[in-house]
C-alpha cells in the first residue's frame, strides 16, 4: 500500500511474519519500522536520497505520483480574494541555480528539496486554501545554518518564509508566490530541562504534543494545549502567540517565555536564551518576537516556563439554554472552582452537529435533550476529592439556579478524551464539510454571540454560522461553513465581521494572527500611529523586507520607498 | 427479577502504568482510578434490560478498601439502584471474588449475575467462570449480545468465537460475563449524579457473608517489560533495500 499524503509517503508491506511500515517525511528523513507478531524489534531511519526512494517504491508498489506545480490562480482568489490585490514584489529575486548550489553548501544537499512534489505540502496550508509556488524548501539543522541561510538571502533579497507545522489558519506560514520555505522541522533537539524549576529549553521544531509528553515523564506539562498539537511546533506557536485552551489558567505564551534565541533577516544571531524568571535590564526584546509571525526574526531556540502536571483532573459536558446562561455558568464557575478552573469552552448547537456528523466515533454526550449552546469546563488539581468536592458545589449551584439545563460528568479518562475531541474536533470537521470561513474575534463576552446571529441572518440559506471558542477569554471562533467558495457569501461575510468587531471594541484576531488572510484587516483593530509604528519596527530588523513578506502588516504600509511613510489614510 | 453487577476499580486505562521500584507492584498512589472498562460495559447492559421491563432491579457488588465506594457512586449514578461494598483491605484475588459472590447471590437472589469478562488489570478472566462453578448456574463467557426472555424465563447469549458467532440459550438463574463489543456504557448525567447521592451502599464484612479468604499464591516479583529496542542508522536507500531484502525478506 502506498500513499502521498501530504507531504508524506507511507508504504505497508505485510508478509508474514513480518509486517513494514515506512513512512517518509517531507524532509528527507525515512523511518522504516518492522515488527514481528506484535513486538518492535527495531526502527530503521535513514537520511537522504528520498526522491529516490520514492521512486524506487513507487514502482514496486504501483503508486502514483502526484505532481502540482502549476497554482490554479482562479481558485485560490475565490477562496481568499486578498491574493487578487496582492502584487508580487519586484524588489525581490527569482530563485536561480547558483542560489540551490549556495544553499546546499550551507545545509547539505539532502536538505535542500526542490522537487514539486516534496514542495507540495509545504507550499499550501492545511485547509487548502491558501497556496504558493516556492521552488526550495530548506531543512536547516542548527541556528548557525538559519544565520547563514538569512544572510545569504538577505544579501541576495531572495524572501523567505519560515514555516513551522504549517497549521496556522491565516495563510502566515506558507510562501504567498515563490518565498524560500524555511522549514524549522529539523531542529527538533530538547537541550536542557530544569526539573526543580519546569523551565525547558528546546530548538524551535519541536512539536508541542512531543514536549509535552517529554515533560509528562518528568511531572511537567506544556502550558499550551489546542487541537493541532501533535503537529504544530513550538517555534510556530511563539511567532504567532498561540492561545488555547488552557491561556485561561496558565496564561498567555507572554507570560511563559523566559527566553529566546532568534536569528535576524540580515543573519545575525539575537541569544536572550535566559532561564530568569525575573530580568528587568532594559527593553523585554523577546516580547517583540512572540506573535510577530515570522516577520521580524526567525526563532530558533526557546526557554519556557512549564507547570506542574496535576494528577487530578475534571471534565463536565454541560448543555445551556441560552448564551446568558453559559455567562453565568461562567461566574459560578470563576467563584465556585476557583484555582482549580482550567478551561472553560463553549460551542454552540450547529458546532456539535458539525463535529458529530463529520467524525467517526463520537456521540451526543446528552441525547436525550437538544441545547442550543454546550459548555466544556474542566478541573486540574492536586487533591482529587478536594476538586470532586468543589465540581460537585459547582454542579449544584447551576443545576439549583437553573443556569445548566442538564449535563455529564466523565468518569474515565476516556470519556475526559471524548468530550474534548467534540470540541477540539470542530476544527477538523468544518474543514470535511466544505469550504470554511474562519474568523478568530476577541469579542466582550456579553455581546460575544450576536455577531453569530447576525451573521446568520445575513447569509440566510447561503451557509451555516456557528460559534465556539474560548468563553473563558473572551475569545469567539466564528466559523461559516458553505458548499464551495462563492464571492457572493464573501461579500457578506466581509467587511462585516470586521466592521462589526471594531465597533464593539473587540480584536480582529485574538489568537490565530494576522497571516496573510487578514493582514489588511489590522486597522480594525489598531490604530494608524500603532501600524505606523509597527511598520518602523519591521524596517529596523528586517530593512529588506524578506522575512514572511505580504504578511501580517497591509499592503500599502509596506511598499519600495515607504519608510517611515505616514499610512494614516490607507484604511 | 433483580440483576447483580460486579465493578472493580482499577487503574483508569488511559494511564502509563509505572511498577514501584521495590517490584511489589504496579504504583497506585496519586494514580486516576476508574471503573474497569468492562465491569461498565455489564452494569450498561443491566440497565438496559432493566428499562426494556425485563427486570426490576440493578444491584452493584464491589468489593475492597473503602474508595470503592467511589464506583459504586459512578455505577449509581449512571443508574443502578442500590450498591453493595464488601469492605476488606486483604488484597482480592478471582477465587475469593467468586466465593464472595456466592455468598452475596444466596443472600440477593438475582435471577441474572453480570461480570464484565476480565478486570484490566490482573487481566484473569476468571471470576465469572468461577462464581458460575459455586453456584452450579449456567454461563455464558464474553457476551456480545444479550437478549433476556421473561416468558420463558430463559436468556439468549451470542458470543464472538474463532470463526463466527455462537447462539446460547441459557435457563435463569444465570452467569453473563461481557465482552467489548457488547454497547456502548452511558454518561453520568448530573440530574443522575445527584440522585445518586441519595442511593443506599450496605457495607458487608467477608466475615459476615462467612467467606474466609486465603491467599493461595504470593507475588514474587513485577518487572517492566523489556524496552524497545534503539533504532538503526543507515546511510544508503541500497543498504535498507539490502536489509529488506536480506534480513527481512520483505522484497
Same mark, same amino acid.
Given at each position: 500500500m502506498v500513499s502521498f499524503a501530504r507531504g508524506f509517503c507511507r508504504l505497508k508491506f505485510t508478509k508474514a511474519p513480518w509486517s513494514f511500515e515506512v513512512h517518509c517525511s517531507v524532509g528527507s528523513e525515512l523511518f522504516v519500522r518492522h515488527k514481528q507478531i506484535s513486538a518492535f524489534t527495531s526502527v530503521?531511519?535513514?537520511?537522504?536520497?528520498?526522491?529516490?526512494?520514492?521512486?524506487?517504491?513507487?514502482?514496486?508498489?504501483?503508486?502514483?505520483?502526484?505532481?502540482?506545480?502549476? #497554482?490554479?490562480? $482562479?481558485?485560490?482568489?475565490?477562496?481568499?480574494?486578498?491574493?487578487?490585490?496582492?502584487?508580487?514584489?519586484?524588489?525581490?529575486?527569482?530563485?536561480?541555480?547558483?542560489?540551490?548550489?549556495?544553499?546546499?553548501?550551507?545545509?547539505?544537499?539532502?536538505?535542500?528539496?526542490?522537487?514539486?512534489?516534496?514542495?507540495?505540502?509545504?507550499?499550501?496550508?492545511?485547509?487548502?486554501?491558501?497556496?504558493?509556488?516556492?521552488?526550495?524548501? +530548506?531543512?536547516?539543522?542548527?541556528?548557525?545554518? @538559519?544565520?547563514?541561510?538569512?544572510?545569504?538571502?538577505?544579501?541576495?533579497?531572495?524572501?523567505? $518564509?519560515?514555516?513551522? =507545522? !504549517?497549521?496556522g489558519l491565516?495563510?502566515?506560514?506558507?510562501?504567498?508566490?515563490?518565498?524560500?520555505?524555511?522549514?524549522?522541522?529539523?531542529?527538533?533537539?530538547?537541550?536542557?530541562?530544569?526539573e526543580g524549576n519546569g523551565i525547558l529549553v528546546c530548538e524551535a521544531g519541536c512539536i508541542l504534543e512531543k514536549l509535552d509528553s517529554f515533560l509528562a515523564e518528568k511531572g511537567y506539562m506544556m502550558p499550551l494545549d489546542f487541537g493541532a498539537k501533535g503537529s504544530c511546533q513550538i517555534g510556530g506557536n511563539i511567532s504567532t502567540n498561540a492561545g488555547g485552551i488552557h491561556l485561561l489558567r496558565y496564561g498567555s505564551l507572554r507570560a511563559n517565555i523566559l527566553?529566546?534565541?532568534? $536569528?535576524?533577516? !540580515?543573519?545575525?544571531?539575537?541569544?536572550?536564551?535566559?532561564?530568569?524568571?525575573?530580568?528587568?535590564?532594559?527593553?523585554?526584546?523577546?516580547? #517583540?518576537?512572540?506573535?510577530?509571525?515570522?516577520?521580524?526574526?526567525?526563532?530558533?531556540?526557546?526557554?519556557?516556563?512549564?507547570?506542574?502536571?496535576?494528577?487530578?483532573?475534571?471534565?463536565?459536558?454541560?448543555?445551556?439554554?441560552?448564551?446568558?446562561?453559559?455567562?453565568?455558568?461562567?461566574?459560578?464557575?470563576?467563584?465556585?472552582?476557583?484555582?482549580?478552573?482550567?478551561?472553560?469552552?463553549?460551542?454552540?448547537?450547529?458546532?456539535?452537529?458539525?463535529?458529530?456528523?463529520?467524525?467517526?466515533?463520537?456521540?451526543?454526550?446528552?441525547?436525550?435533550?437538544?441545547?442550543?449552546?454546550?459548555?466544556?469546563?474542566?478541573?486540574?488539581g492536586s487533591c482529587f476529592n478536594h476538586d470532586r468536592e468543589k465540581l460537585d458545589n459547582f454542579l449544584e449551584i447551576c443545576m439549583d439556579k437553573g443556569v445548566v439545563a442538564d449535563g455529564v460528568v466523565a468518569q474515565d479518562n476516556q470519556q475526559f478524551r471524548s468530550f474534548w475531541q467534540l470540541r477540539e474536533g470542530i476544527t477538523e470537521a468544518l474543514s470535511k464539510a466544505g469550504a470554511v470561513y474562519k474568523y478568530d474575534l476577541s469579542i466582550p463576552v456579553p455581546y460575544m454571540y450576536n455577531i453569530v446571529e447576525n451573521l446568520q441572518h445575513r447569509?440566510?440559506?447561503?451557509? $451555516?454560522?456557528?460559534?465556539?471558542?474560548?468563553?473563558?477569554?473572551g475569545n469567539l471562533h466564528l466559523n461559516i461553513s458553505a458548499p464551495r467558495y462563492d464571492s457572493k457569501i464573501f461579500s457578506l461575510i466581509e467587511p462585516f465581521v470586521y466592521e462589526w468587531t471594531a465597533s464593539h471594541k473587540g480584536s480582529v484576531s485574538a489568537e490565530h494572527g494576522l497571516g496573510f488572510m487578514k493582514a489588511d484587516a489590522i486597522y480594525y483593530s489598531k490604530s494608524p500611529e500603532m501600524v505606523q509604528w509597527m511598520t518602523r519596527f519591521k524596517q529596523m530588523f528586517d530593512c529588506n523586507g524578506i522575512l514572511n513578506p505580504y504578511k501580517v502588516l497591509p499592503g500599502s504600509s509596506f511598499k519600495e520607498g515607504s519608510r517611515y511613510r505616514n499610512v494614516s489614510n490607507s484604511s | 427479577m433483580k440483576i447483580l453487577v460486579s465493578v472493580k476499580r482499577v487503574i483508569d486505562y488511559a494511564v502509563k502504568i509505572r511498577v514501584k521500584p521495590d517490584k511489589t507492584g504496579v504504583e497506585t498512589a496519586n494514580v486516576k482510578m476508574s471503573m474497569n472498562p468492562f465491569c461498565e460495559?455489564?452494569?450498561?447492559?443491566? +440497565?438496559?434490560?432493566?428499562?426494556? =421491563?425485563?427486570?426490576?432491579?440493578?444491584?452493584?457488588?464491589?468489593?475492597?478498601?473503602?474508595?470503592?465506594?467511589e464506583v459504586l457512586?459512578?455505577?449509581?449514578?449512571?443508574?443502578?439502584?442500590?450498591?453493595?461494598?464488601?469492605?476488606?483491605?486483604?488484597?482480592?484475588?478471582?477465587?475469593?471474588?467468586?466465593?464472595? +459472590?456466592?455468598?452475596l447471590v444466596r443472600k440477593e437472589e438475582p435471577g441474572l449475575l453480570l461480570l464484565g469478562k476480565q478486570a484490566i488489570d490482573d487481566d484473569c478472566n476468571q471470576t465469572g467462570q468461577m462464581v458460575a462453578g459455586f453456584l452450579n448456574w449456567p454461563q455464558g463467557t464474553f457476551a456480545s449480545k444479550v437478549k433476556v426472555d421473561k416468558s420463558e424465563n430463559c436468556v439468549h447469549v451470542e458470543r464472538e468465537i474463532d470463526g463466527g458467532l455462537e447462539s446460547l440459550r441459557l435457563q435463569l438463574p444465570a452467569v453473563i460475563t461481557t465482552d467489548l463489543r457488547l454497547n456502548q456504557p452511558r454518561y453520568a448525567t448530573l440530574p443522575n449524579i445527584m440522585k445518586a447521592k441519595k442511593k443506599p451502599i450496605a457495607k458487608v464484612t467477608p466475615e459476615e457473608l462467612q467467606v474466609e479468604i486465603t491467599e493461595d499464591f504470593d #507475588? +514474587?516479583?513485577?518487572?517492566?517489560?523489556?524496552?524497545?529496542?534503539?533504532?538503526?542508522?543507515?546511510?544508503?536507500?541500497?543498504?535498507?533495500?539490502?536489509?529488506?531484502?536480506?534480513?527481512?525478506? @520483505?522484497?
Open positions: 530503521v531511519r535513514c537520511h537522504g536520497e528520498y526522491s529516490k526512494l520514492l521512486s524506487c517504491y513507487s514502482l514496486l508498489t504501483h503508486g502514483q505520483r502526484r505532481h502540482n506545480s502549476e #497554482i490554479p490562480e $482562479v481558485d485560490r482568489v475565490k477562496k481568499d480574494p486578498r491574493y487578487d490585490r496582492t502584487l508580487r514584489d519586484a524588489r525581490f529575486s527569482k530563485l536561480s541555480n547558483q542560489d540551490l548550489v549556495e544553499f546546499k553548501k550551507i545545509v547539505g544537499d539532502s536538505s535542500v528539496l526542490t522537487e514539486a512534489f516534496e514542495l507540495e505540502a509545504a507550499n499550501r496550508d492545511w485547509l487548502g486554501k491558501y497556496v504558493g509556488t516556492s521552488q526550495a524548501l +530548506l531543512r536547516p539543522r542548527t541556528t548557525q545554518q @538559519v544565520s547563514e541561510i538569512l544572510s545569504y538571502c538577505n544579501t541576495r533579497r531572495l524572501a523567505v $518564509v519560515p514555516q513551522g =507545522g !504549517n497549521t491565516v495563510g502566515g506560514s506558507v510562501p504567498v508566490f515563490d518565498e524560500v520555505i524555511l522549514s524549522l522541522g529539523a531542529m527538533d533537539n530538547i537541550i536542557s530541562f530544569d527566553g529566546l534565541e532568534i $536569528v535576524l533577516a !540580515n543573519g545575525q544571531v539575537i541569544d536572550s536564551l535566559r532561564s530568569l524568571r525575573k530580568d528587568n535590564t532594559g527593553y523585554d526584546m523577546k516580547q #517583540i518576537f512572540i506573535g510577530a509571525e515570522g516577520t521580524l526574526g526567525v526563532v530558533t531556540k526557546v526557554s519556557i516556563l512549564t507547570p506542574a502536571r496535576l494528577s487530578s483532573r475534571n471534565v463536565v459536558f454541560l448543555g445551556c439554554k441560552y448564551f446568558t446562561d453559559c455567562q453565568r455558568a461562567l461566574k459560578e464557575a470563576r467563584s465556585n472552582l476557583g484555582e482549580i478552573l482550567s478551561a472553560f469552552e463553549f460551542l454552540d448547537r450547529k458546532a456539535l452537529d458539525m463535529v458529530l456528523s463529520h467524525s467517526d466515533g463520537l456521540r451526543d454526550p446528552l441525547p436525550d435533550s437538544k441545547h442550543s449552546f454546550y459548555l466544556l469546563v474542566e478541573t486540574t447569509l440566510g440559506d447561503l451557509a $451555516v454560522v456557528m460559534g465556539y471558542g474560548h468563553l473563558g477569554d | 460495559i455489564a452494569l450498561e447492559e443491566a +440497565l438496559r434490560v432493566k428499562e426494556s =421491563g425485563a427486570a426490576s432491579e440493578v444491584v452493584i457488588v464491589s468489593m475492597g478498601n473503602e474508595k470503592c465506594t457512586r459512578t455505577g449509581l449514578a449512571m443508574g443502578a439502584d442500590r450498591g453493595i461494598h464488601v469492605a476488606t483491605e486483604r488484597p482480592l484475588y478471582p477465587l475469593a471474588v467468586a466465593k464472595l +459472590l456466592q455468598a #507475588i +514474587l516479583e513485577v518487572v517492566e517489560p523489556d524496552k524497545r529496542k534503539a533504532g538503526v542508522m543507515l546511510s544508503s536507500v541500497d543498504e535498507l533495500l539490502d536489509k529488506l531484502k536480506n534480513e527481512a525478506h @520483505v522484497l
